[in-house]
């Protein structure tokens, strides 16, 4: 009874905490266009569904705020999840207006957005100058949870269960990046965003990083600023130029495949030198014919050989250092459900999985469009792997506290001198290392 009494206390001192730091922050006022669709909630009515904030409900908290589980309007048969959305600034910082901005970016895109595999948003609160976000809930958490028996789930996943998480997942974000007239790019695809309702069907989630595609047709790119994410997942070449496309998606997605493949995080320091970035082991061994040694010791004897094979290859080709020679998620789609289908005996999609695991021709020979006209394009710098993962970008003799810097939920640089593309180039290549001492030209800053 003790404890429980200090925890809600403690509880209350951090809601106590967010009041005082939300009614400093600037206010900003926006107008969401889709009403029909988002509910704008008053903070008396979030504090009615979540019992004033009861830890009892709560029921994930990290970086980025924490979540209730709640019911809106005492209707016990809807519940709902809220985010309330942790202020990590001051109220003279830059980055408090970027934390804002990320706000009322998430609830203006998945307002727009009605898809069988997006998150659905039900409202949101911007009372006194909270930042809360209210989704249907979501029964089962997120994938991660279900990799790791995080977040009180402990049950396993079947391979025939997580093929159909991929291929859900995998319909969202060709949705997103189709769906639309100039399409919408993630930005933090991971295991983390990708979550399962009461039926197991996956839902892509958080978009608070997320950017419109580009303008044009004739435009292959958006610049950035600086390239937000989460490491581990980070396109190398938007990492590298701050140009993005979905093709950066992709490369989060590909990682996703192979963690839900391996059942290991996409980057774990506990690990030999070699195997600590997944993307970069897991291209290792797909090269070496060794990605069955890989598999989650809890699939053993579940996969076919065929279906690993195509698996495997469509996951490889997503994580191409180079996105020109990276699939489009619609592709990436269509190679899924082959994998599925040879998963559960289909001769005909065997033939079909034995043209994609056997093709090489996309690996030495690519089309692109440019001008009106197709243009073959043969891929330079054949063996240069770039990697996104922080593991390749310090010297081995750094501390481990060092190199744990480079680790948060998302995560991007801000260079203060600019250097020439190839010493990026080199300073991200497979082989060589990455040095902090020039720090006081060199800044970097997490991007909330």
């Not at 250092?321 to 990436?332: G, I, L």
Request: proline residues 3%; aromatic residues 8%.
């Amino acid at each position: 009874m003790f404890w429980r009494l200090r925890r809600k206390t403690h509880h209350q001192q951090i809601i106590k905490n967010d009041e005082e730091k939300a009614s400093l922050s600037p206010r900003v006022v926006v107008t969401v266009k889709n009403q029909q669709h988002c509910r704008r909630f008053t903070l008396d009515e979030i504090r009615s569904a979540t019992n004033n904030f009861d830890p009892d409900l709560k029921i994930g908290d990290g970086g980025y705020g924490r979540v209730y589980k709640g019911y809106i309007d005492n209707d016990k048969e809807n519940p709902v999840a809220i985010k309330v959305l942790k202020l990590k600034s001051t109220s003279t910082s830059t980055s408090l207006i970027q934390e804002i901005h990320a706000f009322w970016l998430e609830i203006e895109t998945i307002s727009k957005l009605r898809h069988s595999h997006l998150v659905s948003l039900i409202g949101y609160c911007d009372d006194e100058r909270f930042m809360i976000i209210v989704y249907k809930y979501m029964a089962h958490g997120t994938l991660r949870d279900h990799l790791y028996g995080t977040g009180g789930h402990e049950s396993i996943l079947t391979w025939k269960e997580r093929l159909e998480i991929c291929i859900g997942a995998a319909r969202g974000l060709a949705y997103l990046h189709s769906g639309t007239e100039r399409g919408i790019i993630h930005r933090d695809v991971k295991t983390n965003n990708i979550l399962l309702d009461e039926n197991w069907v996956a839902k892509v989630s958080d978009f608070g990083l997320s950017r419109m595609g580009p303008i044009s047709p004739s435009k292959s790119h958006v610049t950035t600023t600086d390239a937000s994410g989460t490491f581990g997942y980070l396109d190398p070449e938007y990492f590298r130029t701050r140009h993005l496309n979905a093709k950066s998606d992709v490369y989060g997605f590909g990682v996703v495949l192979f963690e839900v493949l391996c059942g290991r995080a996409a980057v774990d320091m506990s690990l030999d030198e070699e195997q600590q970035s997944l993307a970069q082991w897991a291209q290792y061994n797909v090269k070496n014919g060794t990605l069955d040694q890989m598999v989650d010791e809890n699939l053993r004897g579940e996969i076919r050989p065929e279906c690993l094979k195509v698996y495997g290859k469509i996951a490889n080709r997503c994580l191409r250092s180079e996105r020109k020679r990276r699939p489009t998620m619609a592709d990436v789609l269509k190679a899924l459900e082959i994998a599925q289908r040879v998963q559960e005996g289909d001769p005909a999609a065997a033939e079909e999985g034995i043209k994609i695991s056997e093709s090489n021709s996309i690996e030495e020979k690519i089309s692109c469009w440019g001008g009106g006209n197709q243009v073959d394009l043969s891929p330079p710098c054949k063996d240069i792997v770039v990697n996104s993962c922080p593991t390749v970008l310090c010297e081995k003799t750094k501390s481990q506290k060092m190199l744990m810097r480079f680790f948060s939920e998302k995560a991007g640089f801000k260079w203060a001198l600019q250097p020439s593309s190839r010493a990026l180039i080199k300073a991200l290549c497979f082989k060589c290392s990455y040095t902090l001492k020039d720090r006081s030209e060199r800044k970097y800053d997490p991007v909330q």
